[in-house]
């Protein structure tokens, strides 16, 4: 029996430019080496059939398309006579998985997203996807404040074939803010605006644990948004937040918070005017208001004016079942006047 082998890193150079061996014609396609993996699963991803005629190029990509399951960690290809000879090397299957070190995380948790990873008891283990997850882990955790925090992974074989994955994890501490700056401010100063601020930078003391000086992503925010607000509520109809920089000292123990704003002009209320069928008289609707021409402008005011409006048509009007109602939009500013 005359078997010439071809191997991997041969047919992946086959996409160069270089010489190409003869085509021949697959009489019959024969597969070597699976213990675990079915036949099918190599013939299903595998898009050369008995019958086709293939060249040096060809059975690259083929090697490729199989590899790219990553059921394998080694693909030979190689030819007896016409029939070509799939010889491969299985990749372990994960007999144990163990996880430790874990507290702000339960272990139901983390095996539930381990497994929608591709990381579970009786699946195969790809390297790749450990260290995929290992990095995502590690990002879970600095979401929450947590910059220290380390996954270590390591990989024993049990017996041929079967290997055990270990995931021990130092969650770290929460870093403490130490400072948060606000840049670009004109008509506020820089304690006024901390003050909006949930979380809060050098605590005091003997009173420290009264603030909450412990960083997270979701809680900044939320500060943001606060911070958005607290400008809307005053007349600043243009505020910005132009960029917001976090950084960390290099033991990963304290952040740093500038936060980078575009005040804009402070704008007061011009005229104000109805559209549409109202169903109410004209000075109804404005006892409803919560605003009035010539006052600062002030988006959480106009929220419940609108909302009050909204709750009032929606009384007066009586649909019987089946019907829609179509409510009226509710005040416009028609004018902004700047101070």
Known sequence: MNIKTLGLAALLLAGSN?????????????????QRVSAASVFNAFPVSARDRVDDRELAEAARSLFATGLFDDIQLARDGDVLVIQVVERPTISRLNISGNRQLSEDD?????????LAEGQVLQLSTLEEIQRELEGVYQSQ????ARIETS????????????????????AKIRQ????GN?????????????LSDRPGRFFGWFSRDEYSREALAGDLERLRSFYLDRGYVNFAITSTQVSISPDKSRIFV????????????????????????EREARDLLQVESGQIFSRS?????????????????????????CRSPVPMARRWISP
């Open 258 to 281: 500038t936060v980078n704003i575009d005040e804009g002009r402070q704008y007061r209320l011009g005229d104000i005017r109805f559209a549409g069928d109202m169903q109410i008289s």
């Open 145 to 148: 404040g947590r910059y220290s």
């Open 18 to 34: 270089t010489v190409l061996a003869e085509s021949f014609e697959v009489t019959d396609i024969r597969v070597e080496g699976l």
């Open 186 to 198: 004109r008509d506020f100063d820089d304690d006024e605006l901390r003050g909006v601020f949930e």
């Open 301 to 325: 005011d106009v929220t419940a004016s609108t909302e009050a409006l909204r709750s009032r048509l929606g009384a007066e009007a009586s649909p019987s079942p089946g019907s829609r109602v």
């Open 110 to 118: 983390l095996r539930r997203g381990l497994r929608e990873g591709g």
């Open 155 to 174: 990989v024993r074989e049990i017996d041929e074939g079967r290997v055990q994955v270990d995931i021990d994890i130092n969650e770290g501490a929460v």
């Open 180 to 183: 948060i700056n606000v840049v």
